[in-house]
Nanobody, 129 residues
Framework: QVQLVESGGALVQPGGSLRLSCAAS????????MGWFRQAPGKEREFVGA????????SYSDSVKGRFTISRDNTKNTLDLQMNSLTPEDAAVYFC??????????????????????WGQGTQVTVSS
């Protein structure tokens, strides 16, 4: 089993920055791709970004590309999401996710929430002045 715990959610002003972290524990050797998703009230969970096991490949949704950066530290078993130039449309609960799938990194495949095996409980990001 794998446990994922997110942190870093907060209230931030439009145009501000925030860094989210996700700590993984348990059978972490089984983890391959990790990703971030978000869900705003009344909306479906949507893909934010994903990163390969080595960290050498990343993918992002069009809505965050150029503003958000995903990274991971396999020595510390952490996944981060650096968010810049935040807008009210970025407000949501952000979820960390991890996949056991040994498939090679494909952006379209790992943009689908059902291709992830483990999920954190989420951390709230509010963007408001």
């Amino acid at each position: 089993q794998v446990q994922l715990v997110e942190s870093g959610g907060a209230l931030v002003q439009p145009g501000g920055s925030l860094r989210l972290s996700c700590a993984a524990s348990g059978s972490i050797f089984s983890l391959n791709v990790m990703g971030w998703f978000r869900q705003a009230p009344g909306k479906e969970r949507e893909f934010v970004g994903a990163i390969s096991r080595s960290g050498g490949s990343t993918s992002y949704s069009d809505s965050v590309k150029g503003r958000f950066t995903i990274s991971r530290d396999n020595t510390k078993n952490t996944l981060d999401l650096q968010m810049n130039s935040l807008t009210p449309e970025d407000a949501a609960v952000y979820f960390c996710a991890a996949s056991k799938d040994i498939a090679y990194f494909r952006a379209s495949y790992y943009a689908k929430s059902y291709n992830y095996d483990y999920w954190g409980q989420g951390t709230q990001v509010t963007v408001s002045s």
